[in-house]
C-alpha cells in the first residue's frame, strides 16, 4: 500500500472516526517542511501554520475557539471528545466531535483544499503536494519513524504530531505528543503569533512507541 492517495475533487462521504479510533489526525509534510526548524508550545496559539498574506508560518489557535463569536467544545462527548475542523467548498468552517485526535492546518484545510476530506483510516491526513499541485490523503507520517510507529495514548497530551527541526541547517523528523485543543477560560480566543525554535525539544521515545515490520503497510 503507498503512502499516500490521490483524493478526488470533492469528498461526499462522512468522515471514519469509528474505524480511525486512537488515531491521529495531522500532520501535513508540506506544512512541516514550509516551517522546518519552528514550532508552537504556547497553548493559547498551538497550531503551527502559514499565513498566506503574510507569507510567513505563524502559531495560530484553533479556528473552533472563535466561529463567529462561538466557542466549540467537545467535553460532553465521551465517545466523540477531539474538536476538529474542516472547510466546505466555499470556505465555511465546519467544526465537529470526533473520536479521533486532530492537529491540522488552516492553510491547507481552506486556502489550498478547502471541500476535502480523508476518510480512510490507512489514509487520514489531509495534505498538499506542491509537485503536483495537489491535494491528497497520507498516511501519517509518525506511524512510520525509520521503523517506528509513535502514539500518544495520554489523556492530557493525545495528539501525535509530526514536524521538522533543524540541527545547523540539517533537518530530521520530531514526532512528539501535544495537548488537547480544548480551550481553556483562561486562554485569548484567537490571533496569531510568531513560532520560534525549541532549543530544549528531544526526540519523542517512550512506552507508546513500537517497533514497525518492514512488510506492515501504511
Not at 123 to 132: H, K, N, R
Request: proline share 6%; net charge negative; aromatic share 8%.
Amino acid at each position: 500500500m503507498a503512502l499516500k492517495e490521490v483524493i478526488r475533487p470533492r469528498w461526499q462521504a462522512a468522515l471514519a472516526a469509528a474505524l480511525c479510533a486512537r488515531q491521529s489526525l495531522g500532520n501535513s509534510i508540506f506544512l512541516a517542511t514550509l516551517c522546518a526548524g519552528e514550532t508552537c508550545n504556547d497553548a493559547s496559539h498551538p497550531l503551527i501554520d502559514y499565513d498566506e498574506d503574510e507569507e510567513r508560518c505563524v502559531c495560530r489557535a484553533h479556528p473552533c475557539w472563535d466561529d463567529n463569536g462561538r466557542v466549540h467544545s467537545c467535553k460532553d462527548k465521551p465517545d466523540f471528545s477531539y474538536l476538529s475542523f474542516r472547510y466546505t467548498d466555499e470556505k465555511d468552517l465546519v467544526c465537529e466531535c470526533s473520536s479521533i485526535p486532530q492537529y491540522s492546518s488552516v492553510h491547507i484545510a481552506h486556502d489550498l483544499c478547502s471541500g476535502h476530506m480523508c476518510d480512510k483510516p490507512d489514509f487520514p491526513v489531509l495534505d498538499f503536494d506542491a509537485e503536483q499541485q495537489q491535494c491528497l490523503c497520507r498516511a501519517h507520517p509518525c506511524w512510520n519513524d525509520n521503523g517506528l510507529r509513535h502514539s500518544c495514548d495520554k489523556p492530557d497530551f493525545p495528539i501525535l504530531r509530526y514536524r521538522k527541526d533543524k540541527d545547523y541547517g540539517t533537518e530530521r523528523d520530531v514526532c512528539e505528543c501535544q495537548i488537547s485543543m480544548e480551550k481553556t477560560t483562561d486562554l485569548p480566543v484567537m490571533g496569531s503569533s510568531a513560532p520560534g525554535a525549541d532549543p530544549n525539544e528531544a526526540d519523542f521515545l517512550d512506552e507508546d512507541d513500537e517497533a514497525v515490520d518492514d512488510e506492515d503497510e501504511f
